[in-house]
């Protein structure tokens, strides 16, 4: 003898549930990827490093690298990423870690790292800007 409406009534939200897991999710994926997309979005699918290029199959293996090293410094645009394949990011920060250490055990010769000067160009292109503003 029940007087409820049984069509009125039906207590299952399924649809709601289903719904707050969705958005909680999202919300995770966007923490926990939140630089890499935007560098992805802003950078060529493209490794700083050696050149390989990414497609969509493939682009879980383009990291992205702090130049910094310092994962809180997130510039919106994007001056502080670059993209990495595994391999070369890999390789950034083992040398980062062997500089910040001052490691010498595995540390290739001196005359060899002697020849490799990543900043060879630069103070000459520092010296050439300021002769441009000197010159103003
Ligand atoms: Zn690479
Ligand atoms: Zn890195």
């Known amino acids: 003898m029940s007087k409820r409406n049984r069509s009125a009534g039906?207590?299952?939200?399924t649809a709601k549930l289903d719904r707050v897991?969705?958005?909680?999710?999202?919300?995770?994926?966007k923490r926990l990827t939140?630089?890499?997309?935007?560098s992805l979005r802003i950078h060529p699918w493209i490794c700083g490093r050696c050149g390989r290029e990414f497609t969509r199959k493939n682009l879980h293996e383009l990291t992205v690298?702090?130049?910094?090293?310092?994962?809180?410094?997130n510039p919106p645009d994007g001056?502080?990423?670059?993209?990495?394949?595994?391999y070369c990011h890999d390789n950034e920060h083992q040398r980062h870690v062997d500089q910040?250490?001052?490691?010498?055990?595995?540390?290739?010769k001196?005359?060899?790292t002697a020849k490799f000067n990543p900043f060879a160009g630069l103070s000459d292109m520092l010296e050439q800007?300021?002769?441009?503003?000197?010159?103003?």
Do not use: F
């Open 65 to 73: 690298h702090h130049k910094d090293h310092n994962h809180d410094n």
């Open 79 to 86: 001056s502080n990423w670059e993209n990495l394949c595994l």
């Open 21 to 29: 897991v969705a958005g909680a999710r999202r919300d995770a994926e």
């Open 10 to 13: 039906q207590p299952i939200d």
């Open 110 to 112: 001196p005359s060899q």
């Open 100 to 108: 910040v250490r001052g490691y010498t055990g595995l540390a290739p």
């Open 34 to 38: 939140g630089y890499r997309e935007q």
């Open 129 to 136: 800007g300021k002769d441009d503003k000197e010159q103003k």
